[in-house]
């Protein structure tokens, strides 16, 4: 069995290392025009294509090209985190204000959180965001990675996106 330990402190994590880019994202939701309202008004996404009935309802969002979310109606009940599979998708702002103004937002549209307001991604660690779920019990954050180094982290030893 392969186990992985952090072999580094929150305080010298490379928040600035090499990532690849995302091409898009393919999201299974049980309600199509809910999920679209929800990430519309989250992202600030548009609508780019869309099939909204029949058997293969889907519909494409993007915002400026940057991230494109596909949203599938192929699915029921809400998402099973306890199974293998995706744990969580992260969304990357510009600063810790972004995230505010999202966390916003998410309180406007009644989403649950898995913390109360911005957390650090761990003790002493400067990046953070807030940690929530999508209308379908889809596992999200949307973090900066500077200014969250005020608030206390709410795991300790361990990545505060690994365990909510």
Same mark, same amino acid.
Request: negative net charge.
């Given at each position: 069995? /392969? ?35 929800? /990430? ?8 780019? @294509?869309?099939?909204?009935?029949? &058997? ?5 969002? @993007? ?31 510009? &600063?810790?204000? @972004?995230?505010?103004? @999202? ?16 957390? %650090? ?21 949307? /973090?900066?990675?500077?200014?969250? &180094?005020?608030?206390?982290? %709410? ?10």
């Amino acid at each position: 069995m /392969y186990r992985a330990t952090l072999s580094i402190s929150w305080t010298e994590f490379p928040v600035n290392a090499p990532a690849l880019r995302t091409g898009h994202v393919a999201l299974n939701v049980t309600d199509l025009r809910r999920s679209i309202d929800f /990430y519309s008004r989250l992202f600030d996404f548009e609508v780019i @294509a869309q099939e909204p009935d029949g &058997d293969r309802a889907f519909a494409l969002l @993007a915002s400026g090209g940057a991230l494109q979310i596909t949203l599938w109606q192929q699915s029921s009940g809400t998402f099973p985190a306890g199974l293998p599979g995706l744990h969580h998708l992260s969304f990357e702002v510009a &600063d810790i204000e @972004a995230v505010r103004r @999202a966390e916003a937002t998410l309180k406007e549209l009644g989403v649950e959180f898995a913390y109360d307001g911005v957390v %650090p991604h761990g003790e002493g660690a400067s990046s953070g965001g807030v940690f929530f779920f999508d209308p379908d019990g889809m596992r999200l954050e949307i /973090y900066a990675p500077s200014g969250a &180094d005020g608030s206390s982290a %709410p795991t300790q030893g361990a990545p505060t996106c690994g365990f909510f």
